[in-house]
């Protein structure tokens, strides 16, 4: 093999880690389960950008009310909480390594290196709430989409009368538990 030739595989093979899948798709991320970090609908979800500078949503994007408080998606330490461009931001690193991202905040009151547990407060939402996950630094650290982390209430199913008759008590029976969407698409 020449010498251009061996060149123009080594240019190629540089390239490659650049490609999208290269830094937005981890190897292999943990799945843990995440709790939402504020009862809001959704108004703009994630959507991968085609390379790191490239335009998306690296995120999910809620639509809150003003003064609505933020909790933490899980435990953690604030890795950074400040001002980006003008923008109030809250970063917790989790025990799984992944960071979650809390932006848009009107205010915040934690300082890095404070632990927080999960669904402890971390700031006061604007207008909007942004929502984002990253792989582990070990993986990359790439964008993740935050919904397949968030956990969903489940219950065991049961019928419901048609014929007028009275529901039974709904507390009777099995106890609902929380399931991580994560999860349950890798099953």
């Given at each position: 093999?020449?010498?251009?030739?061996?060149?123009?595989i080594g240019i190629a093979v540089a390239l490659?880690?650049?490609?999208?899948?290269?830094?937005?798709?981890?190897?292999?991320?943990?799945?843990?389960?995440?709790?939402?970090p504020v009862r809001a609908p959704v108004v703009?979800?994630?959507?991968?950008?085609?390379?790191?500078?490239?335009?998306?949503?690296?995120?999910?994007?809620?639509?809150?009310?003003?003064?609505?408080?933020?909790?933490?998606?899980?435990?953690?330490?604030?890795?950074?909480?400040?001002?980006?461009?003008?923008?109030?931001?809250?970063?917790?690193?989790?025990?799984?390594?992944?960071?979650?991202?809390?932006?848009?905040?009107?205010?915040?009151?934690?300082?890095?290196?404070?632990?927080?547990?999960?669904?402890?407060?971390?700031?006061?939402?604007?207008?909007?709430?942004?929502?984002?996950?990253?792989?582990?630094?070990?993986l990359g650290g790439g964008y993740l989409d935050?919904?397949?982390?968030?956990?969903?209430?489940?219950?065991?199913?049961?019928?419901?009368?048609?014929?007028?008759?009275?529901?039974?008590?709904?507390?009777?029976?099995?106890?609902?538990?929380?399931?991580?969407?994560?999860?349950?698409?890798?099953?």
């Amino acid at each position: 093999m020449g010498l251009l030739s061996r060149l123009l595989i080594g240019i190629a093979v540089a390239l490659a880690g650049l490609l999208p899948g290269a830094v937005h798709a981890p190897a292999s991320p943990p799945s843990p389960c995440l709790l939402a970090p504020v009862r809001a609908p959704v108004v703009d979800g994630y959507r991968s950008p085609w390379c790191l500078w490239c335009r998306g949503n690296r995120g999910l994007e809620y639509a809150t009310v003003p003064g609505t408080p933020v909790r933490a998606a899980a435990g953690g330490v604030v890795r950074f909480s400040g001002q980006v461009a003008g923008t109030l931001y809250v970063v917790i690193e989790h025990p799984s390594g992944l960071r979650t991202t809390y932006g848009k905040l009107s205010s915040v009151g934690l300082g890095v290196g404070v632990s927080v547990p999960a669904a402890g407060r971390v700031g006061i939402a604007g207008a909007r709430l942004f929502f984002g996950v990253r792989a582990p630094a070990r993986l990359g650290g790439g964008y993740l989409d935050p919904a397949r982390f968030l956990t969903r209430l489940v219950g065991p199913a049961r019928l419901v009368p048609t014929d007028g008759s009275p529901a039974r008590n709904p507390q009777s029976g099995r106890p609902r538990r929380f399931t991580c969407t994560a999860r349950d698409a890798a099953r």
